[in-house]
């Protein structure tokens, strides 16, 4: 089967396509890119990198641990120095480690949300966030030159590459949570005592909101944060439907407010005092309202096309510039590096913002929420419902189509551009965009998107609108084109 990497890496399924080989060669396409000197764009560095060192990290999965000491070895083949995480640890951990210790790339075995049975490897450039998509296809070119000149990977015995330094064990948390000490207001949280309930959902972020909040006020109480390689079952997804046990967690009154971090802990989740789960979509909105107004802080607003328009409405409100990107946090970081950027998401919970690094981080956001809390003195249902108040109503849904065969996205769009519906439901539609998909905006600022999938027989479908029966109209919208396709 070959090998693709999509918008953050490559995933396979365990035993079938992720194999130990099949991670050896890819691991020697990324050193051979890197041999070249064409991976980093210097003019984002505030240095130049160290050309011959790389970073490796893994997650909580099958076999993770593993699969990691073999890309280090791999790479060690190589002449890199190699930092090789001493046991399982979150993503932006690991790519905050890239920028911190100035090396040219980092890897992360991870397959972040996916289900258990899948693994993965996420590459990271030198300023610490995800590799771009030429950066990728650099990868795919080395990988299947090196299959068709039947070049194996260079290989070098573990245990010997540690003697000669050439592979080095660290903890990459402690530098991590200094970084992430100058980016929250820690002294809000020796004030008043607060009840936290930490979901890490068995993934790598298992232990780290409660190691960096010991000696504060708050009490932590995490649920499935042990070592759980199966996930325990479940989908290590931070969404509504994955969050029963956080939500039996506040019932039961172990805490007043949940966070919940998916597979890699790169993604945020969280859930009210009242058990409602908030998305990402709210907490973005929330840390946008939080930066701007109690923070005093500006800067340009990104959001991924699938992502609330709340946030427009919050940047035009204090007249601050917004960008709509295509999906993919890589679009994001883009904006990030180039331009002065207050904070960057997407829908499905990857945010960051100003001083950290142009990655997703789920530990951040976490904290950040509880410094919304603190500094407020307020739950997060009710910093919710005055966000609503203010820049709502907003209901959101997402919905994926299947089709009886795959279809050109490109010529799907231009079809949909040139058949554009004038209403949907009972609203005129005011603009189109097609940056990825298309996306009908209409008067009142609901919108639908419809994104057909490169890779599959699915029509991504999402929707937001100022109310109930406008989502449902929108979605129903959607549910035809999807029928008449198939």
């Not at 909040?213 to 070592?227: F, K, N, P, S, Y």
């Not at 919940?260 to 990402?280: C, L, Q, S």
């Not at 328009?309 to 970081?333: C, Q, S, W």
């Amino acid at each position: 089967m070959p090998i693709h990497f999509g918008t953050d890496g490559w995933r396979a399924v365990i035993s079938e396509t992720f194999t130990f080989h099949n991670l050896r060669m890819v691991t020697q396409a990324i050193a051979d890119t890197l041999s070249s000197h064409t991976w980093n764009d210097l003019s984002v560095l505030d240095q130049e990198p160290d050309f011959k060192k790389a970073v490796v990290g893994f997650d909580s999965r099958f076999l993770s641990d593993r699969y990691g000491s073999e890309v280090a070895r791999v790479l060690a083949a190589n002449g890199f120095k190699v930092f090789l995480a001493q046991s399982d640890c979150p993503t932006p951990a690991i790519s905050y480690a890239v920028k911190n210790l100035n090396a040219v790339a980092g890897i992360m075995i991870t397959a972040s949300h996916n289900a258990p049975r899948y693994n993965g490897v996420k590459v990271k450039a030198a300023f610490g966030g995800s590799a771009s998509p030429e950066q990728c296809a650099k990868v795919e070119v080395y990988l299947n030159d090196n299959e068709e000149q039947a070049r194996g990977p260079n290989l070098m015995d573990y245990d010997a590459a540690k003697e000669q330094g050439k592979i080095v064990r660290f903890n990459p948390i402690p530098d991590y949570y200094a970084h992430l000490r100058t980016l929250i207001d820690f002294d809000l949280f020796c004030e008043e005592p607060m009840h936290v309930v930490v979901d890490s959902m068995y993934g790598s972020g298992r232990g780290t909101i409660k190691g960096i909040l010991q000696g504060t006020a708050v009490e932590v109480t995490e649920i499935r944060g042990d070592m759980n390689p199966g996930f325990g079952g479940c989908h290590p997804e931070p969404i509504g439907k994955h969050l029963g046990p956080l939500m039996g967690a506040i019932a039961s009154g172990l805490g007043t407010v949940g966070l919940a971090t998916d597979g890699d802990a790169d993604r945020i989740g969280a859930m009210d005092e009242r058990g409602n789960f908030v998305d990402p979509h709210k907490i973005m909105s929330l840390a946008v309202k939080h930066l701007i107004e109690k923070r005093g802080m500006t800067g340009a607003v990104v959001r991924t096309i699938s992502t609330t328009r709340m946030i427009d409405r919050l940047a035009k409100k204090h007249n601050l510039p917004i960008y709509e990107t295509p999906v993919g946090f890589n679009h994001i970081a883009d904006l990030m590096l180039n331009e002065d950027v207050l904070i960057g998401g997407e829908e499905s919970g990857g945010i960051s913002f100003k001083g950290h690094i142009a990655e997703g981080d789920g530990i951040l956001m976490g904290l950040l929420i509880l410094e919304m809390m603190a500094s407020s003195g307020k739950p997060l249902g009710v910093l919710v419902d005055e966000l609503l108040e203010e820049v709502g109503p907003a209901f959101y849904e997402r919905r994926d189509m299947r089709l009886r065969y795959p279809v050109s996205k490109k010529a799907m769009v231009e079809k949909l551009k040139n058949t554009a519906p004038e209403m949907i439901g009972s609203e005129k539609v005011a603009e189109i965009v097609t940056i990825d998909g298309i996306k009908y905006v209409m008067a009142d600022d609901s919108w639908l998107l419809i994104r057909p999938s490169g890779t599959e027989p699915v029509l991504r479908v999402y929707a937001e609108g100022r109310s109930p029966e406008m989502v449902k109209a929108l979605l129903e919208f959607g549910q035809q084109i999807a029928d008449t396709v198939s």
